[in-house]
């Protein structure tokens, strides 16, 4: 069995307690929750607690089921779910949650009150948040929601969100920008990455968000894997064993729950499991020495749930997606693993988790696979309604759905969830946060070849630089590269000009040579993002280097996400991976090129040349900036 040391409970939340097994209540009015005295019967994480066996004895079939499901709220917060649509739209109206409300008979609803009512009627364990918009929701937007939701649940909610940080960061308005898991591989060191767990744990805890599904503890073996990216740890099973197990533990000190996901392992396929069923081509042999290396490293760790995905591997059940198949699931995770903490699968809305018979049969079959929690069925009702049907004609036996309930009350137990679960002391955004952000960054930048760079000579002064990038990332995960590049460089003493990477290049080195006077540039700095998957931009890219070379320019590029992006570009071209293009990896890059930041990364995954050859993994030698600058936060 393994072993759970328990997460933390560091700080008060409200002192508003939610009694265990007792019936909901009715639905609050909107607003933040008062502090009022514990309700009837025994609160998870109290002195006195019941214990989590003998409170789901009690239980009827609905609170067991119940207990079982997280749906989303947010974005996805209305698949699924009957909201009443206004008979007049008025867009002008927004609610204090969120979006515009609906309305019937002059009461006015929203998707969160329909979930509210969801999460009371049918006594539903958890929630995933998402932000309502690409910008995000405010940290005091979050923590009305939670509140609305805690409020009408008969047994504390169990709040999750996918805060990987880097590209995948569901807090954005109000807190701190984390980098990703493959710029902390890049940093290769286990101390800070613990840091920034706990970090990211501590700024969840203040929004009441106490599950975090991650880290990520797929291999990033497949260049080509369109989904994981630099949401992986890297390429070597030891190397990336010691980064999920440091974030483990960071969250775990911050008092909120880890996930290592996706198991069996998702770094080695080509296709997203949001469009469509990947398959896991390994062996057994190799998986074993691979991926399965890296779940079992987390989970010695002490990772308090591990999320399944949605893809086939053939070595183990060569018939069955992984969500549904009991030789996955139990076999290996429960099994031969000795995991005992919960198992919850990725979003059952996925395309990768789609079942010819529904919603309602996906859910059952990953229950009877040994699933403790099911995660955003597209239809909740219809899924709750398969699993109490299945339970009554023994199709899925009562005492293993106990065994689950059990495992996810201990879950919130171990946090000590009580009242909204909202640590009012906890804070977002402080200046060590920003200082622990800026030091990641800086300490992740890698030359692909360090024989191979560009700094800025500090000994000419002038020197004309054309910065182009890409300057708007559709869903707000990145800031503009570009920009923060050129800010940098022209705070060294460079002349800079900027032009966007989706103008015809012709056109961008035209303008540039106007806007610099009639002169050509010196440098072209080019700042990608996933060009590799983007073929206009990919081609862009081609015809500026191209351009470069014809003009005798020296031309550097800025792998602002994925170091994929190394395949369109030449060898003999200095390339500088971020591996993320959040606002401190952008500042980092920019500090490098300008000579005021050492670039001291190893590189953590192997790399496709321009001509299809292997960059294999290295460890970069120290650039160290130049001695009269110094280093800018």
């Known amino acids: 069995m393994t072993q759970h040391p328990g997460t ?14 007792a019936a909901a209540p009715g639905p609050a009015a909107p607003g933040p929750a008062e502090a009022g005295p514990a309700g009837p019967g025994d609160v998870l994480g109290s002195d006195d607690a019941v214990d989590a066996s003998d409170a789901v004895d009690d239980w009827d079939d609905a609170q067991l089921v119940g207990q079982l499901f997280s749906l989303a709220v947010g974005t996805h917060s209305a698949r699924g779910i009957t909201v009443d649509e206004p008979d007049s739209p008025d867009d002008s109206v927004t609610t204090a949650d969120g979006g515009h409300p609906a309305a019937t008979d002059g009461v006015w609803r929203t998707p969160v009150d329909a979930l509210a009512d969801l999460v009371a009627a049918r006594h539903i364990g958890g ?47 109000g807190s701190t920008r984390l980098p990703s898991a493959q710029a902390l591989a890049a940093a290769d060191d286990v101390a800070l990455t613990e840091e920034v767990a706990r970090t990211s744990g501590t700024e969840l805890r203040a929004t009441g968000i106490r599950h975090a599904f991650a880290p990520v503890a797929d291999l990033a073996v497949e260049p080509r894997n369109p989904v994981i990216g630099v949401r992986s740890p890297g390429a070597d099973p030891q190397a990336a064993a010691r980064q999920v197990s440091a974030t483990v533990r960071g969250l775990a000190a911050a008092g909120v729950a880890s996930t290592l996901k996706h198991f069996p392992g998702h770094g080695s396929t080509t296709v997203d499991s949001h469009l469509g069923l990947p398959v896991l081509e390994l062996t057994r042999d190799a998986w074993e020495r691979q991926e399965r290396a890296v779940f079992a490293a987390g989970i010695a760790a002490g990772a308090d749930a591990v999320m399944i995905g949605h893809l086939v591997f053939p070595a183990v059940d060569a018939g069955t997606p992984a969500t549904y198949s009991r030789a996955v699931v139990t076999g290996e995770l429960r099994e031969a693993l000795g995991f005992d903490g919960v198992i919850v699968t990725d979003a059952l809305d996925m395309a990768g988790a789609q079942l010819a018979d529904g919603p309602g049969a996906g859910a059952v079959a990953a229950l009877a696979a040994g699933v403790d929690q099911l995660l955003m069925p597209g239809d909740p009702e219809a899924a709750t309604d398969a699993v109490l049907a299945a339970l009554a004609d023994g199709v899925l036996s009562r005492d293993a759905l106990r065994d689950s309930a059990r495992r996810i009350l201990r879950l919130k137990e171990r946090l000590g969830l009580t009242g909204d679960g909202i640590d009012v002391e906890a804070l ?18 890698v030359w692909r070849d360090p024989s191979t760079t560009w700094v800025l000579d500090p000994g000419a002064p002038g020197t004309r630089v054309l910065v182009v990038g ?50 050509t540039p010196d440098v072209v700095v080019v700042a990608t993002r996933d060009a590799w998957r983007d073929p206009e931009q990919s ?16 031309a550097c590029v800025v792998a602002t996400r994925s170091p994929s992006d190394s395949a369109l570009v030449p060898d003999d071209v200095p390339l500088l991976l971020t591996f993320g293009d959040v606002a401190p990896s952008a500042r980092a890059a920019g500090d490098a090129l300008a000579g005021a930041a050492a670039v001291t990364g190893v590189l953590p995954v192997d790399l496709v040349g321009a001509d299809g050859h292997v960059v294999p993994r290295h460890t970069s030698p120290v650039t160290p900036p130049r001695p009269s600058e110094e280093t800018r936060s």
């Open 8 to 21: 933390a409970q560091t700080g008060p939340s409200s002192t508003r307690a939610i009694a265990l097994g």
């Open 127 to 173: 929630v995933c948040y998402f932000p309502e918009t690409a910008e995000g929701d405010s940290p005091d937007a979050i923590r009305h929601l939670v509140r609305r939701l805690q409020q009408v649940a008969s047994v504390p909610l169990l709040v999750s969100a996918d805060q990987e940080n880097g590209t995948v960061s569901r807090l954005r308005q």
């Open 428 to 445: 977002l955004a402080t200046s060590q946060h920003a200082s622990t952000a800026e030091r990641a960054a800086r300490a992740s930048l």
């Open 470 to 519: 890409l300057r708007t990332d559709p869903q707000l995960r990145g800031v503009d590269v570009s920009a923060v590049l050129a800010d940098r460089l022209g705070a060294a003493g460079a002349q800079v000009w900027t032009e966007p990477l989706d103008d015809d290049p012709d056109t961008i080195l035209a303008a540039a040579t106007r806007g610099l006077c009639g002169s």
């Open 539 to 554: 081609r862009h890219l081609a015809r500026l280097l191209t351009l470069a070379t014809e003009t005798g320019t020296q």
